[in-house]
């Protein structure tokens, strides 16, 4: 049984109804970690949101399920949802900067959650995120706790929201594309980081990214999205070894290798792109039309 | 080949606002450190290295948005090192920017034809809505996107029309300061592809700035790698990925996740 079960989701924008994803399924288990690759617009950061219950409020849901350990979570009335998101679930998003409230200092940003929403003690969370921070590798906990987020470099910044993330232990984590906004020798040690304590914490993680190298180095499984439709579904090893669907293929192209730079940065073929064009609007004729 | 760009012993320093006393002059943070260096005429040369290793700031000093505090920098025979801006309005057109955020970049209540014209105009070019036509066909946008506001534009066809405003001037320098860094891998390959085309084309000189290699390295035919303001390494593309010689470069190569889960990584 899967940890983390979306069936046949489909969203769609609340005032001209155009669908943003056309219904998407995907299986995580408990400690697994699926990538959903894809690029912008393509609906990866919607399905996490839309896990998390976080949807932007333009956004409605159309149909389909979101089972959460056991529990289908669009059947649950809104208060027991977020109880419920918010013991087993937890984000890591992609902006270091606009996550974390640039007028309180950190330690409150960290404890708030565990002390409103589950019901911890002061001290308690207190003790919990010096822990967590140490294990991020910050050196001095209890000074950054009473740290402001402009004292703090954007690398710091992803491991205070990555030790935030893991505080209530979640058994899910959403990563929102948490490497995107660092230099690609930070990216190594946040991400090293996050594999690290989702090895340890034995966390589920579902990986936002539209870079397929990130994806080969962190995921088990992965979900390739073009327009809010999942294209494949495969594991890391056999998704590199060879793509089945040809815009994968071509995406795998387009990513930069120093190693092989006439086979890398391929744009995406227009002929691949107005195939897909027109199995979307078949989709969209078939189930609206 | 003769050179556009001749640098020696740059220095720049920046007063370090965070460390300002009450009272008297914030304390100076070395920037750059000492460099020296050519660009030929129809180079690409990438500058390569970590958030605070002062790429930008040496891609600034070079189109002399900042002016450096020693050392000179020489421009197609011309010193202008610490040109005022009077001196520097004549030279301006011919070194021009492309930003890494194109939304910030782009005026959001200008339509996209009004933003290619504008330093057109201030630049006293005749012919300009010619030459706007001309400029989003150089960058393969359709001639009604001069119509449209920038929030209407994806990511990549927004940093084509940063493209079609710097390469509407008829510069001899670009400096592409960390362009792609936004975008995904397709929109990429695309936006350097187009680079690479225009380049050729119009015989431009490129510096383009990253912290990634592997973006640079179809691209650019030699590269300078910075650490806190010192250049590491300077050579040309292909021996630098052979035989990376400073220890930087190879903390830098060794951190990009290749696409292949069989490489050592983590």
């Known amino acids: ?289 | 080949m003769a050179e556009l760009y001749t640098v020696e012993n740059l220095r720049l320093s920046l007063a370090d606002m965070t460390r300002k006393p009450l009272l008297g002059a914030a304390p100076r943070i070395e920037v750059l450190r000492g460099l020296s260096f050519s660009i030929a005429k129809g180079e690409i040369i990438g500058i390569v290295g970590g958030s605070g290793s002062g790429k930008s700031t040496l891609g600034r000093a070079l189109i002399r948005l900042l002016e450096p505090s020693g050392g000179s920098i020489r421009f197609d025979g011309q010193d202008i090192t610490h040109l005022g801006e009077e001196a520097l309005r004549p030279h301006r057109r011919r070194f021009q920017m492309i930003f890494q955020d194109p939304m910030s970049s782009l005026n959001p209540r200008h339509r996209v034809g009004q933003i290619i014209a504008g330093p057109m105009r201030l630049h006293g070019f005749d012919q300009v809505e010619a030459r706007v036509v001309q400029a989003l066909d150089h960058v393969g946008l359709p001639r009604g996107f001069a119509q449209r506001y920038p929030h209407e534009l994806s990511g990549g066809q927004r940093q084509r029309v940063g493209i079609a405003r710097a390469i509407a001037l008829e510069p001899e320098f670009i400096l592409a300061d960390e362009i792609v860094s936004g975008l995904d891998v397709s929109s990429q390959a695309q936006v350097l592809r187009l680079l690479e085309d225009l380049v050729r084309e119009l015989g431009l000189t490129l510096a383009f700035i990253s912290h990634d290699l592997s973006v640079i390295r179809r691209l650019c035919h030699r590269i300078m790698v910075l650490y806190r303001g010192e250049i590491v390494e300077l050579r040309q593309t292909a021996e630098l990925f052979a035989d990376p010689q400073a220890a930087y470069t190879r903390e830098l190569l060794e951190a990009i996740p290749l696409p292949d889960p069989d490489q050592r990584w983590i």
């Open chain 1, 1 to 289: 049984m899967s940890f983390l079960s979306v069936k046949n989701l489909t969203l769609r924008l609340r005032d001209n109804r155009a669908p943003l994803l056309r219904d998407v399924s995907l299986e995580v288990s408990a400690g697994e970690v699926h990538g959903l690759v894809g690029e912008s617009g393509a609906g990866k950061s919607m399905i996490g949101k839309a896990v998390l219950g976080i949807l932007p409020r333009a956004v409605e849901i159309a149909g389909g399920e979101i089972w959460l350990d056991g529990v289908d979570l669009l059947a649950l009335p809104p208060a027991a949802r977020r109880k419920r998101v918010g013991g087993l679930a937890a984000l890591i998003p992609q902006d270091p900067l606009t996550a974390l409230n640039p007028s309180r200092r950190i330690g409150p940003q960290i404890t708030d959650r565990l002390v409103d929403i589950l019901g911890w003690k002061r001290a308690e969370a207190e003790a919990r995120a010096l822990d967590l921070l140490g294990e991020v590798q910050i050196n001095d906990p209890a000074r950054v706790m009473r740290q402001y987020p402009h004292e703090l470099s954007g690398g710091m910044r992803q491991r205070i929201l990555i030790a935030s993330a893991f505080a209530a232990e979640p058994k899910l984590i959403v990563a929102d594309e948490p490497t995107t906004a660092l230099d690609v020798t930070v990216q190594k040690q946040i991400l090293r980081l996050i594999a690290g304590m989702q090895a340890r914490h034995g966390t589920a993680l579902l990986f936002v990214t539209h870079d397929l190298g990130v994806v080969s180095k962190v995921c088990q499984s992965l979900s390739v999205l073009y327009a809010g439709r999942i294209l494949e579904q495969s594991t890391v090893r056999d998704f590199f070894a060879a793509p089945s669907h040809p815009y994968s293929a071509a995406l795998l192209g387009a990513t930069p290798k120093y190693t092989d730079p006439e086979g890398s940065l391929t744009p995406v073929p227009e002929a691949i792109i107005a195939g897909l064009r027109a199995e979307i609007a078949a989709y969209d004729e078939a189930h609206h039309g």
